[in-house]
């Protein structure tokens, strides 16, 4: 069973950094995207940034393109969000998610149904 697990929220001033770790374990095939999503408060999760595991190749949704920077360790049992310049509009619950997927990663990694595994999120404020 897949499992995903987030770490690394917390509160940020604007202009800040944050490192968000999600531990990925279970996968019976190296064929998946996972990524990332956020919920601002009271409002729908909204796709933030995507990998996929069988090319690499990464999606960011335009309101974080430039700032954040999704990537996973060697042996891929990590993906990080290294969050830059934070900014006020950025805080929400950030959640870790993921499904069976071959090829490379475009704008329909966004669509939150498609996704089979969610971690129980992590919280970022950015917040002076």
């Known amino acids: 069973q897949v499992q995903l697990v987030e770490s690394g929220g917390g509160l940020v001033q604007p202009g800040g950094s944050l490192r968000l770790s999600c531990a990925a374990s279970g996968f019976t095939s190296d064929y998946y995207v996972i990524g990332w999503f956020r919920q601002p408060p009271g409002k729908e999760p909204e796709g933030v940034s995507f990998?996929?595991?069988?090319?690499?190749?990464?999606y960011y949704s335009d309101s974080v393109k430039g700032r954040f920077t999704i990537s996973k360790d060697l042996f891929k049992t990590m993906v990080y969000l290294q969050m830059n310049n934070l900014k006020p509009e950025d805080t929400g619950v950030y959640y870790c998610?993921?499904?069976?997927?071959?090829?490379?990663?475009?704008?329909?990694?966004?669509?939150?149904?498609?996704?089979?595994?969610w971690g129980q999120g992590t919280q970022v404020t950015v917040s002076s």
């Open positions: 998610a993921a499904h069976p997927w071959w090829g490379p990663v475009g704008p329909v990694a966004t669509m939150k149904t498609r996704y089979d595994w």
């Open positions: 990998i996929s595991n069988s090319d690499d190749s990464t």
